[in-house]
Nanobody, 127 residues
Framework: QVQLVESGGGLVQAGGSLRLSCAAS????????MGWFRQAPGKEREFVAA????????YYADSVKGRFTISRDNDKNTVYVQMNSLKPEDTAVYYC????????????????????WGQGTQVTVSS
């Protein structure tokens, strides 16, 4: 069992930056692949980024590529997403998720392929 708690959301102006954190409980965090998703009001949950268990392989949605960076610190049981050059369309609730078994990282874009989810953190980007 893994519990995930996101933090770091807030209100930022367009062009600004935020770093979201997702702290995980449990001693097996380093064996989980992790992902970030977001959901805006009235829209489906959308893939943002994923990272494998070592941190050596990452994958991004086209909409955030070059602006967002996912990383993890297995010693701290934490995964991060650094968000730069934020746009109003990045406004959403951001969720982290964990998957316990390995699949190709490009397949980690589907929410149903994750085993555990956090409660989400709100990111609002003003124009």
């Amino acid at each position: 069992q893994v519990q995930l708690v996101e933090s770091g959301g807030g209100l930022v102006q367009a062009g600004g930056s935020l770093r979201l954190s997702c702290a995980a409980s449990g001693r097996t965090f380093s064996s989980y692949a992790m992902g970030w998703f977001r959901q805006a009001p009235g829209k489906e949950r959308e893939f943002v980024a994923a990272i494998n268990w070592t941190g050596g392989n990452t994958y991004y949605a086209d909409s955030v590529k070059g602006r967002f960076t996912i990383s993890r610190d297995n010693d701290k049981n934490t995964v991060y997403v650094q968000m730069n050059s934020l746009k109003p369309e990045d406004t959403a609730v951001y969720y982290c998720a964990a998957r316990s078994s390995g699949i190709p990282i490009a397949a980690m874009t589907v929410p149903s392929r994750y085993d555990y989810w956090g409660q989400g953190t709100q990111v609002t980007v003003s124009s």
